[in-house]
T-cell receptor, first 116, second 117 residues
Framework: NAGVMQNPRHLVRRRGQEARLRCSPM?????VYWYRQLPEEGLKFMVY????????ESGMPKERFSAEFPKEGPSILRIQQVVRGDSAAYFC??????????????FGPGTRLLVL | AQKVTQAQTEISVVEKEDVTLDCVYE???????LFWYKQPPSGELVFLIR??????QNEISGRYSWNFQKSTSSFNFTITASQVVDSAVYFC??????????????FGTGTRLQVTL
């Protein structure tokens, strides 16, 4: 029973490039969340998605960041024209559908993004 | 707005000592959930416990125990007879309880626990 999977685990980009982070939720989970952890800080919520639908993007920066969770395939967090301040660990979490302990989110191992 | 405060930035104990990690939260919701997660040096986040706001029973799981007190808005975590493998950053988190859909987690800044021999 595989947990939440994220890839890549480490990603290095130069300023101005694009970063694509992937997340496959646990089997049976239809809710996906993205969080960002800056060095020596706690996790900050970015976006919450269900299949083909963004539910809450109140934590997403207004520019350069986007997220999707298509009907087929993993959820993608996309960062365009990366800057050094985007360097962080990006965690994905998933939870079951409503009515099935939806309140517990299980996290993936994270993607460490380094912008040079 | 929700807020979680973990006032202890770093704690260092010697193996076999007991240690309590503090967590204080703020919310206007009458129903909510509280969580603890562990982040070991390898970096992943490990779920430890979820507590519903309407259930104030304390919980024990092996060497871990949690003390939920609604009156003081606290959800403290105690490790009994600490071990080196307990060394990690521990995060307390809070979420609303919404019917039919999930809710984002609000995290504290974490407490780094260092257990030495």
């Amino acid at each position: 029973n595989a947990g939440v999977m994220q890839n890549p685990r480490h990603l290095v980009r130069r300023r101005g490039q694009e970063a694509r982070l992937r997340c496959s939720p646990m089997k049976g989970h239809s809710h996906v969340y993205w969080y960002r952890q800056l060095p020596e800080e706690g996790l900050k919520f970015m976006v919450y998605l269900q299949k083909e639908n963004i539910i809450d993007e109140s934590g997403m920066p207004k520019e350069r960041f986007s997220a999707e969770f298509p009907k087929e395939g993993p959820s993608i967090l996309r960062i365009q024209q990366v800057v050094r301040g985007d360097s962080a660990a990006y965690f994905c979490a998933s939870s079951p559908p409503p009515g099935q302990l939806q309140e517990t989110q299980y996290f993936g191992p994270g993607t460490r993004l380094l912008v040079l | 707005a929700q807020k979680v405060t973990q006032a202890q930035t770093e704690i260092s104990v010697v193996e076999k000592e007991d240690v309590t990690l503090d967590c204080v939260y703020e919310t206007r919701d009458t129903t909510y959930y509280l969580f603890w997660y562990k982040q070991p040096p390898s970096g992943e986040l490990v779920f430890l416990i979820r507590r519903n706001s309407f259930d104030e029973q304390n919980e024990i799981s092996g060497r871990y125990s949690w003390n939920f007190q609604k009156s003081t808005s606290s959800f403290n975590f105690t490790i009994t007879a600490s071990q080196v493998v307990d060394s990690a950053v521990y995060f307390c988190a809070l979420s609303e309880a919404r019917t039919g859909t999930a809710s984002k987690l609000t995290f504290g800044t974490g407490t780094r626990l260092q257990v030495t021999l």
